[in-house]
């Protein structure tokens, strides 16, 4: 109806420095009330062309420009973002679902620190030279901005994945083409307002809404845009990499995850058991770095068992704006109807459900019970084979085995298609270099979890993606490389 479409939000394109009118959208909802309370552009071809000229356009003066005045603008972005922390994290919550604690902790500072970190470090790289005196010759590389970056970020952690991707490219002097998911879009819109006051020139970043199929696709085909940077699922990320293939593009993608914990019996429990309870459950567990596999050794498998499941009762689900709720909504209605499945699945194969989805009732408060919401779910009894163990779930589900010794277990670990993260508890020290050293996985943490460092290389191996990014990996992506040789 005319009437209730007036207090939608109604998000534009931001094309050239200006925000452009579309003409289709897409509803996005409120994950936590299940009202749509946003229409977001149904971009296609034309709208990205549209925003590939503009960079194109726009690359001869940025790239150009000294890493220092880029810089600038990156941090004046930054603080712009860091001023308006509370509207942002705000929208963050409402758009995705999350707690507002935690976008306002987490995803928001985040976003700003990504984009002085790399406002900070790219100007500071240096170049390789060796002599070859023999032969009379100097050779150095230079390394050089390649383009118009296509960058493509998912819906878990909207703002702080996406400006994981525009600092690095903008920073290199690359322009941009971005699009966030179609189902988390205010936050890119919100910073995209702020863009003309940070001094950011006109179609360095231009910012295209829209699905994967449409405006992914068009942005991905784009015969000027040599480089594809994606988060997202090892689906979509297939369909990129035939897609692109024609084109020879450069491709970073970071997918995936079924990241297991390996808990030796020698494990502070006292640390062990609170962390690995939010590497569960943070963010719903919509984060690609959770915990969904729990190897527990036989000799501390019933205690760990019994204080684990009492731990993550205490979580609490409901409205993601109230500060003592640990959970907040799930994406969306296919996708919580997705997660549930699973666990369905897992109780038709004989697994036990110990607490959560089926097993405990959930009271929502007045105003979300059509929201999207889940208990914190823990299966145990479940084989290994079982999809739930195989298959990347993306939910507050974790499952939880015993086992009984470190070659078997490593064996276990690394019995799956993906390798982005895993967590070893032990307080032997030989153990955990040894453990870490034959998991396949991208990211090790051992007695934490989720403590990064972004100078060092993040990404996974197998199914979970291609390419690594931080400090020098992200400034080798968005640069090309040239060996220059002098004869003197």
């Known amino acids: 109806t005319m009437s209730s479409s007036k207090t939608l939000l109604v998000l534009e394109n931001f094309i050239a420095g200006k925000f452009v009118p579309c003409s289709s959208y897409i509803d996005s909802y409120n994950p936590s009330t299940g009202d749509v309370y946003c229409r977001v552009p149904d971009s296609g071809k034309e709208e990205v062309e549209a925003a590939v000229r503009a960079a194109k356009d726009a690359f001869p003066m940025w790239s150009s420009k000294s890493p220092l005045?880029?810089?600038?603008?990156?941090?004046?972005?930054?603080?712009l973002i860091e001023e308006d922390l509370e509207a942002f994290a705000q929208a963050e919550s409402k758009d995705q679902g999350k707690t507002v604690a935690f976008a306002r902790t987490v995803d928001v500072p985040r976003a700003v620190y990504?984009?002085?970190?790399?406002?900070?470090?790219?100007?500071?790289?240096?170049?390789?030279?060796?002599?070859?005196?023999?032969?009379?010759?100097?050779?150095?590389?230079?390394?050089?901005?390649?383009?118009?970056?296509?960058?493509?970020?998912?819906?878990?952690?909207?703002?702080?994945?996406?400006?994981?991707?525009?600092a690095p490219a903008i920073a290199c002097g690359n322009t941009v083409v971005a699009k966030p998911s179609e189902m988390t879009s205010v936050t890119a819109w919100m910073m995209c307002k702020l863009f003309e006051k940070a001094g950011m020139p006109h179609g360095v970043v231009n910012v295209v809404f829209g699905a994967g199929s449409k405006a992914g696709e068009a942005i991905v085909c784009?015969?000027?845009?040599?480089?594809?940077?994606?988060?997202?699922?090892?689906?979509?990320?297939?369909?990129?990499?035939?897609?692109?293939?024609?084109?020879?593009?450069?491709?970073?993608l970071e997918l995936g995850g079924k990241n297991p914990a390996l808990i030796f019996d020698d494990a502070d429990l006292s640390q062990c058991i609170p962390t690995t309870v939010r590497s569960s459950f943070a963010n719903q567990g919509e984060i690609c770095l959770?915990?969904?596999?729990?190897?527990?050794?036989?000799?501390?498998?019933?205690?760990?068992?019994?204080?684990?499941v009492a731990e993550t009762k205490k979580w609490k689900v409901g409205n993601p704006s109230d500060p003592t709720v640990n959970v907040g909504a799930l994406i969306s209605k296919e996708h919580l109807e997705k997660v549930r499945n699973y666990v369905k699945?897992?109780?038709?194969?004989?697994?036990?459900?110990?607490?959560?989805?089926?097993?405990?009732?959930?009271?929502?408060?007045?105003?979300?019970?059509?929201?999207?919401?889940?208990?914190?779910?823990?299966?145990?009894?479940?084989?290994?084979e079982s999809c739930c163990m195989q298959e990347e779930i993306f939910g507050p589900v974790t499952c939880v085995v015993a086992f009984d010794t470190e070659e078997e277990v490593i064996e276990r670990a690394n019995?799956?298609?993906?390798?982005?993260?895993?967590?070893?508890?032990?307080?032997?020290?030989?153990?955990?270099?040894?453990?870490?050293?034959?998991?396949?996985?991208?990211?090790?943490?051992?007695?934490?979890?989720?403590?990064?460092?972004?100078?060092?290389?993040?990404g996974g191996m197998k199914a979970s993606g291609v390419g690594r990014e931080g400090a020098k990996d992200s400034y080798e992506f968005f640069t090309e490389v040239k060996t220059i040789t002098i004869k003197h």
């Open 69 to 79: 005045e880029r810089s600038q603008i990156m941090n004046k972005l930054a603080d």
């Open 114 to 166: 990504n984009l002085r970190f790399f406002a900070s470090c790219v100007p500071h790289r240096t170049a390789e030279c060796t002599e070859a005196a023999a032969l009379g010759c100097l050779h150095y590389t230079s390394r050089r901005p390649v383009g118009v970056a296509g960058l493509i970020s998912p819906w878990n952690l909207p703002l702080y994945l996406l400006t994981w991707k525009i």
């Open 222 to 252: 784009h015969p000027d845009v040599p480089l594809i940077s994606f988060t997202g699922s090892t689906l979509t990320a297939q369909r990129i990499t035939e897609k692109s293939a024609p084109h020879c593009k450069k491709l970073s």
């Open 290 to 308: 959770c915990t969904s596999r729990i190897f527990v050794q036989k000799g501390i498998y019933s205690e760990f068992l019994k204080r684990f």
């Open 345 to 384: 699945k897992a109780q038709a194969e004989g697994a036990k459900i110990l607490c959560g989805e089926g097993v405990d009732s959930l009271t929502l408060p007045t105003g979300n019970e059509k929201g999207y919401f889940m208990l914190p779910t823990v299966i145990t009894e479940i084989k290994d």
């Open 415 to 458: 019995g799956v298609k993906y390798g982005l993260a895993a967590t070893v508890w032990s307080s032997n020290v030989s153990r955990v270099h040894r453990v870490a050293q034959r998991l396949q996985s991208g990211l090790v943490w051992t007695n934490c979890w989720l403590v990064r460092d972004l100078n060092l290389p993040f």
